[in-house]
């Protein structure tokens, strides 16, 4: 089955800075990459997904790119804030859709003001 | 996007006890999914549930242990079954999109003694 590793698991950045989390994937069917924000007592909430038939996607502060070849995919924040803190996970599903979503181990991100 | 909601939104509970968990959509949905998080871990499937239909268990998981129920389309309710200290999690609803996103509750947090 699909098995996501990613990193780092912690990442401390100066506000301003950009963060940048990687993620990679074993199952080359796989061609839908969402990512969650968490914050503390809160649901996972989607803030930007990228499909394989695309290789980078932008929104505002926040990029994805996906290598299909090398079966990886990273998030972008630029100029990051303070709120941008959050457990952020990558995850990995096959036929573009959300059934049996597999996560990654997230990454705690703070941003430090 | 769905509104779902959760209840309870944490408890605390006894050992050997159950406690049932329900989620409440906005929208009519085919599949609705229970995911788990333990403390400080990554977000695991437990089961699909579909409407009319038992619902499909992923591997570790079994229906003894969290039945669940699917009564109609906006409604499904998971149970944790003589619950040990090993439940305490946060434990998660989730629906698709017609796009094929997957959205969130805001969890329930169990904590058991």
Redesign the interface.
């Known amino acids: 089955g699909e098995n996501v590793e990613q990193h780092p698991s912690t990442l401390s950045v100066q506000e301003g800075d950009s963060a940048v989390i990687k993620c990679t994937y074993s199952d080359s069917a796989s061609n ?1 990459f ?1 990512w ?1 924000k968490q914050e503390l ?6 803030i930007i ?1 990228i499909r394989s038939n695309v290789g980078e996607k932008k929104d505002q502060r926040i990029a994805v790119t996906l290598n299909k070849t090398a079966k990886h995919f990273s998030l972008h924040i630029t100029e990051t804030q303070p709120e941008d803190s959050a457990v952020y ?1 990558c995850a990995a599903a096959r036929q ?6 597999v ?4 990454t705690k991100l703070t941003v430090n003001p | ?1 769905a509104v ?1 909601s959760q209840k309870p939104s944490r408890d605390i509970c006894q050992r050997g006890t159950s406690l049932t968990i329900q989620c409440q959509v906005d929208s009519q949905v085919t ?1 609705m999914f229970w995911y788990r998080q333990q403390p400080g ?5 437990i089961a ?1 549930a579909n409407q009319g239909s038992e619902a499909t268990y992923e591997s570790g998981f079994v229906i003894d242990k969290f039945p669940i129920s699917r009564p109609n389309l906006t409604f499904s309710t998971l149970t944790v079954s003589n619950m040990s200290p090993e439940d305490s999690s946060i434990y ?1 609803c ?1 629906v ?2 017609v796009a ?8 329930s ?1 169990l904590t058991v003694l």
């Open positions: 839908y969402p969650y007592g809160k649901g996972p909430q989607l997904d996970f573009g859709g959300s059934e049996k979503l996560f990654g181990k997230g | 996007s779902i599949m871990q990554s977000l695991t499937l699909t998660l989730s698709p999109t094929g996103e997957l959205f969130f509750g805001e969890g947090r």
